[in-house]
């Protein structure tokens, strides 16, 4: 079975500051990875995503994640954050197998302007 | 226009009733999906139908039964509603249920159960 993990559950910023939130999973097989943004009281969002190719994936908003398939990683990262980003972040991980995804348990992202 | 829509937006009921959720999709998906988030915001996958066809079935309760009448539209009843129950329900839709398509989500159906 596939897990994800993310490490960070409550990250406190200030603006301009630079993030990073991590996500590990588990799954020995080819994965399609995923970041989703949701903000306070609405649906998520799909920031970027990850199939093939090239590693470092740049996404909506400023975003990137990279791909590192030999620790399993796929962490997001932001040079510079806005009030604006303050919202819940979702890892989550697809098989070429399994239909539905699995997600980390999120990471609430607070930046105070 | 909305892509994923679902009704209603809050539901807030008693214990014991039975409650539908409608989900509808214009973006031309044949796949559809019922993700349940708790209150720790953790969000798993509850069912999922590829062309009106039932393809996950997770570890869940046989008093949801989720309903197809076309690909465009995926239902969920939930028959006596019990305290457990609450949470937020997203439902998605994808291209396929193929594992490179991204999936798109509603706005969600908070459900409070009294």
């Known amino acids: 079975a596939q897990s994800v993990s993310q490490h960070n559950h409550h990250v406190i910023l200030s603006e301009a500051a630079s993030l990073e939130l991590g996500c590990n999973y588990s799954y020995g097989g080819t994965v399609n990875l995923f970041w989703y943004v949701q903000y306070p009281g609405q649906h998520l969002q799909l920031l970027l995503k990850?199939?093939?190719?090239?590693?470092l994936v740049k996404g909506i908003k400023g975003f990137e994640a990279e791909f590192i398939k030999s620790k399993f990683s796929f962490n997001l990262r932001k040079p510079s954050v806005q009030w604006s980003d303050t919202a819940e972040y979702f890892c989550a991980v697809i098989n070429t197998g399994r239909r539905a995804l699995t997600f980390g348990s999120g990471t609430r992202l607070q930046v105070q302007p | 226009d909305t892509a994923v829509s679902q009704t209603p937006k809050y539901l807030v009921t008693q214990m014991g009733n039975d409650k539908s959720i409608k989900c509808e999709q214009n973006?031309?998906?044949?796949?559809m999906y019922w993700y349940k988030q708790d209150s720790k915001k953790f969000l798993k996958i509850m069912f999922s139908y590829n062309n009106k066809e039932l393809i996950i079935n997770e570890t869940v309760p046989n008093r949801f039964s989720p309903k197809s009448p076309d690909k465009a539209h995926l239902n969920l009843h939930i028959n006596s509603l019990e305290l457990g129950d609450s949470a937020v329900y997203f439902c998605a839709s994808s291209r396929s249920g193929q594992s490179n398509q991204p999936q798109h989500f509603g706005d969600g159906t908070r459900l409070s159960i009294l």
């Open positions: 990850y199939f093939s190719g090239d590693p």
């Open positions: 973006l031309g998906h044949d796949t």
